[in-house]
């Protein structure tokens, strides 16, 4: 059994991809972060120039700045600031320093001087498709100074000091010293006095706790995505044993269902699993039942084709040698008469075959229409009462019932079942077809008064090639007029069986689904 390229990908893989695919969408998400960071460092500057004005606020309009007042408003501040604050006089000279008045909450010196070599192997790991994202379609950073220009006991001089002792807000981002990643912040504001600056309040912090902070949350992303991709790769492997595995065990055992020939040979293994694929299991072994009891129906057909054929055809070997011996005209004629019996019977079981076996090979997709039952029955007993002079009796209980049928075909029916009614009647008139309503479907009625139907042979009336004919009238019978007539019953949906009257002769009786409208309200 061979498929399609697109049909031979392995449902294994198909399975791993989608829950792989399931596990790096929320991995994606951390591309977001740079997002989360900018605002971060969006928040920190505006805290920065918040504390800056405040302190400039409480400095400006008492003149010129003087070291000890300077010291004094940054001791009162108490050091609740976790930034660093310098005073800065016109000429870059600082009057006052919070990284020497004590600790502080992010004293630059105990920053470390490196990051790269303290970052988790994990978070190396995880960060390298990012910063290989980054590479190839991230914008390049801006150039950064450096702050060198800050060294202990020499004027603070940068562009933004200047812009502050300039009377304008100055801000600048550098670098961190000790060739850390993270930058440090720097905003500048100035300090007046009746309109003209007077110094400038510098306050600088680092962005390396924000660095950390986002450090932390890429790991434990990263820890997240590991795990949920093992259990994607655990769900897959479960998933493959219980859905892949019973499926291509299902495709082997399809596989060697037939031999070369095209003869049954295997099953599907009954499965006890209550799940989709034990339903196809179960579906698929009865299906297998299904075809094997139709081959051994076949096969029985044609074994019983050949038999009934065997009959005649040594019936006509047998009287074509007598003839070539017969010396008189009528010994001639008599096995000329047997011949020409035996031609017939094998005519009539010849087209009876070629009958059933077009009803097997048909589909239940045959036009039908709605029938009003009565107006069919009328027809069929008058064409009855052309053919033999003396049509049997018809009794409608209900003229209005109406079913989906083709009109050929249950015509076929009926006029069977009142040929072989007829048969067995002593005159053709008490034959008796009646015509009513049984719930939700139409009953058709078929009675003779003949001898009845001996009750061994009840279940096998129907049956291909069997007929029960005590008082054969020499007219040749294949035995496949009832099974034709249930056969044409079955496929319109309806069921036929046949009884015994208790007053004598034999009854058959057909019902039919009713058509919607004609069903009772």
Avoid at 18 to 23: E, S
Avoid at 240 to 251: D, N
Avoid at 255 to 284: M, N, T, V, W
């Amino acid at each position: 059994m061979t498929g399609s390229p697109r049909s031979r990908t392995p449902l294994r893989i198909r399975l791993l991809a989608f829950n792989a695919l399931l596990v790096f969408l929320p991995a994606a998400g951390v591309l977001f972060l740079d997002t989360y960071e900018e605002r971060l460092l969006a928040d920190q500057e505006r805290s920065m120039v918040a504390q800056g004005q405040a302190l400039a606020a409480a400095l400006s309009g008492r003149g010129a700045l003087r070291k000890e007042e300077a010291v004094r408003t940054l001791v009162e501040l108490g050091q609740r600031s976790g930034a660093r604050i310098r005073i800065v006089a016109p000429g870059g000279t600082v009057l006052a320093d919070s990284s020497l008045l004590g600790p502080r909450r992010e004293p630059d010196a105990e920053l470390p001087t490196t990051a790269d070599p303290n970052e988790p192997w994990l978070y190396r790991l995880g960060a390298l498709p990012f910063r290989f994202y980054r590479l190839l379609f991230g914008p390049p950073d801006a150039p950064h100074g450096t702050a060198d220009v800050y060294r202990a006991g020499q004027p603070v001089l940068g562009r933004e000091v200047r812009a502050a002792l300039a009377g304008r807000y100055g801000a600048a981002t550098r670098i961190s010293s000790g060739g850390q990643r993270s930058v440090t912040l720097y905003s500048a504001v100035p300090v007046v006095d009746a309109g003209r600056p007077v110094g400038a309040i510098l306050i600088s912090q680092s962005t390396f706790r924000i660095l950390q902070a986002l450090t932390e949350v890429r790991i434990g992303v990263f820890q997240v995505f590991l795990a949920s991709l093992a259990a994607a790769v655990l769900l897959s492997l479960l998933m493959s044993r219980t859905i892949a595995g019973p499926l291509v065990r299902l495709r082997n055992q399809a596989d060697a269902l037939l031999d070369r020939r095209g003869r049954l040979q295997g099953r599907f293994e009954i499965s006890d699993r209550r799940d989709e694929i034990g339903d196809l299991a179960r579906a698929l072994e009865t299906l297998r039942g299904r075809l094997d009891e139709h081959l051994g129906a076949m096969q029985a057909f044609a074994a019983d084709v050949s038999h009934e054929f065997k009959n005649p055809l040594a019936s006509i070997r047998s009287a074509s040698e007598m003839l070539s011996l017969a010396e008189t005209p009528d010994e001639r004629k008599r096995f000329l008469d047997v011949v020409q019996r035996e031609i017939a019977r094998m005519e009539g079981l010849l087209t009876a075959v070629l009958e059933i076996s077009r009803l097997d090979a048909e589909t239940d997709d045959e036009d039908r229409e709605p029938l009003a039952l009565a107006e069919l029955l009328e027809g069929v007993v008058e064409a009855q009462r052309l053919r033999s002079g003396r049509p049997p009796r018809l009794r409608v209980a209900d003229s209005d019932l109406r079913v989906h049928a083709n009109p050929e075909r249950l015509t076929q029916v009926l006029e069977n079942l009142l040929e072989n009614a007829a048969g067995f009647s002593p005159e053709p008139d008490s034959v008796e077809i009646e015509l009513a309503r049984e719930r939700d479907a139409a009953r058709i009625r078929v009675s003779d008064r003949g001898p009845g139907i001996p009750p061994e042979h009840l279940d096998r009336l129907f049956d291909r090639f069997f007929s029960y004919r005590p008082d054969a009238d020499g007219l040749p019978h294949a035995g496949l007029g009832l099974a034709i007539a249930r056969a044409l019953v079955e496929r319109a949906g309806g069921r036929i069986e046949a009884r015994n009257r208790p007053e004598g002769g034999a009854c058959f009786e057909l019902r039919l689904p009713l058509a919607r409208a004609a069903r009772p309200r």
